[in-house]
């Protein structure tokens, strides 16, 4: 959960109004692409949230509801990650509520948000909700647009934290297949995480994530950049190319009969509209060295930089890693991996050369196997597709883990984070 609670009053509820009545003056903002899992307790109050899912402002969220409360959200996120909001039910009293969020925090992914419905009016529970990082509490019972109210609240306050978590991966040097690696993963995170995603193909000349994908849009980034005074949510919408329930593209025209020279700033539109409505946006950028593509390795939420295993994608790997060391002091590093290694007859650095060298563990180390890359390749697929259960699909699934942040998830967990503000305390 984040360090914000959507203000609420712990008075009486008002006399509902009818179903889908609304008020003519409220105005509620769409809920971006973000996954919302409902614990509930009474039938009314899964049926409240059922048809808030299939409300308007909720079309882009992915909601799901289980029986069981406070108790069966713990049990669910032992083994799991958590989404982006949980939805508890509570019938218990102050005390007994609060030691199940205490129970919650043991297992809670950094950065979700927790909504809890309770049946006590009460300013003193409600402060002892919002010093755990509670972000709202509704006193039930609650109906339909109380649930959207609440959800979508969440996420159009002025202090809100973003949403969406930019991934972009690039290669040392060209050719080692860090365009391949950028589309499997995002795959993976799509596929095996059940996360809203988008890859983003960045050579706009030589793009394979179309072919890669199976897919031709009419449009693409392309659009985007050059009509940098239209960019807006819908107009990005309009120009994603479906690939399976959870993964779009933003495609490369993968054409030459313009030059893309781009200032620094050329995809920053682009990318705020992407963040604020998708969970997970993968960037494919490609092997060269310019203002733009600095600017997006550096604004980056996480990067992965791929590397062969020879001399020149050592140097270029390590002057990646140090450079953007440097830039961000209080990020994590970039992570790396090695791809095509085995190649036979061929010298090649080990990986343990290149830990030394960037003072840091590769995260997979991803073997030359040109018959499944091959074939994937020429048929428009995913390795996952063509070999559900080769190592190099595990390898994919593994880096999706990691650059999401659900692999050190049990490590990371801490509270239920941090408290309010301190005027939302005192009032």
Same mark, same amino acid.
């Given at each position: 959960?984040?360090?914000?609670?959507?203000?609420?009053?712990?008075?009486?509820?008002?006399p509902?109004?009818?179903?889908?009545?609304?008020?003519?003056?409220?105005?509620?903002?769409?809920?971006p692409?973000?996954?919302?899992?409902?614990?509930?307790?009474?039938?009314?109050?899964?049926?409240?949230?059922?048809?808030a899912?299939?409300?308007r402002?909720?079309?882009?969220?992915?909601?799901?509801?289980?029986?069981?409360?406070?108790?069966?959200?713990?049990?669910?996120?032992?083994?799991?990650?958590?989404?982006?909001?949980?939805?508890?039910?509570?019938?218990?009293r102050?005390?007994?509520?609060?030691?199940?969020?205490?129970?919650?925090a043991?297992?809670?992914?950094?950065?979700?948000?927790?909504?809890?419905?309770?049946?006590?009016?009460?300013?003193?529970?409600?402060?002892e909700?919002?010093?755990?990082?509670?972000?709202?509490?509704?006193?039930?019972?609650?109906?339909?647009?109380?649930?959207?109210?609440?959800?979508?609240?969440?996420?159009?306050?002025?202090?809100?934290?973003?949403?969406?978590?930019?991934?972009a991966?690039?290669?040392?040097?060209?050719?080692?297949?860090?365009?391949?690696?950028?589309?499997?993963?995002?795959?993976?995170?799509?596929?095996?995480?059940s996360?809203?995603?988008?890859?983003?193909?960045?050579d706009?000349?030589?793009?394979?994530?179309?072919?890669?994908?199976?897919?031709?849009?009419?449009?693409g980034?392309a659009?985007? %950049?050059?009509?940098?005074d239209? +960019?807006?949510?819908?107009?990005?919408? $309009? @120009? =994603?190319?479906?690939?399976? #329930?959870? !993964?779009?593209?933003?495609?490369?025209?993968?054409?030459?009969?313009?030059?893309?020279?781009?200032?620094?700033?050329?995809?920053?539109?682009?990318?705020?509209?992407?963040?604020?409505?998708?969970?997970?946006? %993968?960037?494919?950028?490609p092997? +060269?060295?310019?203002?733009?593509?600095? $600017? @997006? =390795?550096?604004?980056?939420? #996480?990067i !992965?930089?791929?590397?062969?295993?020879d001399?020149?994608?050592?140097?270029?790997?390590?002057n990646?890693?140090?450079?953007?060391?440097?830039?961000?002091?209080?990020?994590?590093?970039?992570?790396?991996?090695?791809?095509?290694?085995?190649?036979?007859?061929?010298?090649?650095?080990?990986?343990?050369?290149?830990?030394?060298?960037?003072?840091?563990?590769?995260?997979?180390?991803?073997p030359?196997?040109?018959q499944?890359?091959?074939t994937?390749?020429?048929?428009?697929?995913?390795?996952?597709?063509?070999?559900?259960?080769?190592?190099?699909?595990?390898?994919?699934?593994?880096?999706a883990?990691v650059?999401?942040?659900?692999?050190?998830?049990?490590?990371?967990?801490?509270?239920?984070l941090?408290?309010?503000?301190?005027?939302?305390?005192?009032r």
């Amino acid at each position: 959960m984040i360090k914000h609670a959507q203000q609420v009053a712990v008075a009486e509820l008002e006399p509902m109004a009818p179903p889908g009545a609304e008020a003519a003056d409220e105005h509620i903002a769409p809920a971006p692409r973000v996954s919302v899992q409902a614990f509930c307790e009474s039938v009314e109050t899964a049926a409240a949230v059922q048809a808030a899912g299939e409300d308007r402002r909720l079309a882009k969220a992915h909601v799901k509801i289980q029986m069981g409360g406070a108790t069966a959200a713990v049990e669910a996120y032992r083994s799991s990650p958590t989404p982006n909001v949980i939805l508890l039910e509570s019938d218990q009293r102050g005390d007994d509520i609060l030691h199940k969020l205490d129970q919650l925090a043991e297992v809670c992914d950094s950065g979700t948000r927790v909504v809890v419905v309770g049946r006590v009016n009460d300013v003193t529970l409600y402060r002892e909700l919002t010093k755990r990082g509670v972000s709202d509490y509704l006193i039930g019972p609650v109906g339909t647009l109380d649930v959207v109210r609440s959800i979508c609240g969440l996420f159009t306050a002025p202090d809100a934290k973003a949403v969406g978590r930019i991934i972009a991966v690039v290669g040392a040097k060209g050719g080692v297949g860090a365009s391949t690696i950028a589309h499997n993963v995002a795959w993976a995170i799509a596929r095996d995480l059940s996360l809203d995603s988008v890859v983003t193909d960045l050579d706009l000349a030589f793009g394979t994530a179309g072919l890669d994908y199976n897919q031709d849009p009419p449009q693409g980034i392309a659009d985007a %950049v050059f009509s940098p005074d239209r +960019i807006d949510t819908a107009f990005i919408d $309009r @120009l =994603l190319s479906k690939c399976t #329930d959870h !993964l779009s593209l933003l495609a490369a025209p993968a054409t030459l009969e313009r030059v893309y020279d781009f200032g620094a700033e050329a995809f920053d539109s682009i990318l705020d509209s992407l963040r604020s409505s998708i969970p997970c946006v %993968v960037l494919d950028v490609p092997h +060269i060295w310019s203002g733009w593509t600095k $600017r @997006l =390795l550096i604004g980056a939420d #996480d990067i !992965l930089v791929v590397a062969g295993p020879d001399l020149a994608n050592l140097r270029n790997a390590k002057n990646l890693v140090d450079l953007l060391r440097t830039a961000r002091p209080n990020d994590h590093r970039p992570y790396y991996c090695l791809n095509q290694v085995g190649v036979p007859k061929r010298p090649e650095i080990t990986p343990a050369d290149f830990a030394k060298a960037l003072e840091d563990q590769p995260l997979v180390v991803i073997p030359f196997e040109p018959q499944l890359f091959g074939t994937a390749a020429n048929n428009g697929q995913m390795i996952a597709e063509v070999s559900a259960n080769h190592k190099s699909a595990e390898m994919f699934r593994q880096l999706a883990q990691v650059l999401t942040g659900r692999a050190e998830a049990k490590r990371s967990r801490g509270g239920l984070l941090t408290p309010l503000l301190a005027k939302l305390m005192n009032r």
